[in-house]
Every structure is written in C-alpha cells, then in structure tokens.
C-alpha cells in the first residue's frame, strides 16, 4: 500500500504562481509512474502531467508551456510548478502512483486549488 499525500494548494489570483507537492511512502519510489490529475466541479477527472521512472515528462495541452512536474526519488516526492494560473485551472489536483500497468494504483486525498480575483 502506497500513501500519498498533497500540499501546497490555495487561492491565487490570475497569472499567478503555485508548487504542489506530493509525499509518497513507496519504498519503490523511483519505480512509479507518477502523475497529477484534476476535477473541476462537474467535470470528469483528466490527467494533467506525468512523469516515468525514468524521467519522460507529458503534459495536457491546455498546460503546456506553464506547468512543469518533476520528482525527487531521494525525498520521495513529486511536485508541480503551476506558472500564469488561469481561472479555469479551477480544481482539486490529485497525485496518482502506477506501476505495472496499473495493477498497483495509488491517489492521494487532492488539494483545491482556485484561480480567481
């Protein structure tokens, strides 16, 4: 079993800066894949960014350009820079951990994050 554990979220004007991070118990790590989701109120749950166990990055088109994710394995933590927030950036973000082809999938509780003036 695999805890995760976001923070860093809260209320930012347009255009704005936030980092989330998440803290995972994995002793494996660096083995999983690693991922950020979101839900706005309503919506489905779509996939953000991610980042292998070797380090390949992927991103959603609508945050590309403004987003980075990137992991640290020695602290067992993932992280997300959000650059030029925009209101619709609206919603909880998730942590997901998977490996083995999502035969072992973890998330995390999420943290609202609001884009607003």
């Known amino acids: 079993q695999v805890q995760l554990v976001e923070s860093g979220g809260g209320l930012v004007q347009p255009g704005g800066s936030l980092r989330l991070s998440c803290a995972a118990s994995?002793?494996?790590?660096?083995?999983?894949?690693m991922g950020w989701y979101r839900q706005a109120p309503g919506k489905l749950r779509e996939l953000v960014a991610s980042?292998?166990?070797?380090?390949?990055?992927n991103y959603a088109d609508s945050v590309k350009g403004r987003f980075t994710i990137s992991r640290d394995n020695a602290k067992n933590t993932v992280y997300l820079q959000m650059n030029s927030l925009k209101p619709e950036d609206t919603a909880v973000y998730y942590c997901?951990?998977?490996?083995?082809?999502?035969?072992?999938?973890?998330w995390g509780q999420g943290t609202q994050v609001t884009v607003s003036s």
């Open positions: 997901n951990a998977d490996r083995a082809a999502g035969r072992f999938n973890y």
């Open positions: 994995a002793s494996l790590f660096s083995i999983y894949r």
């Open positions: 980042i292998s166990s070797g380090g390949s990055t």
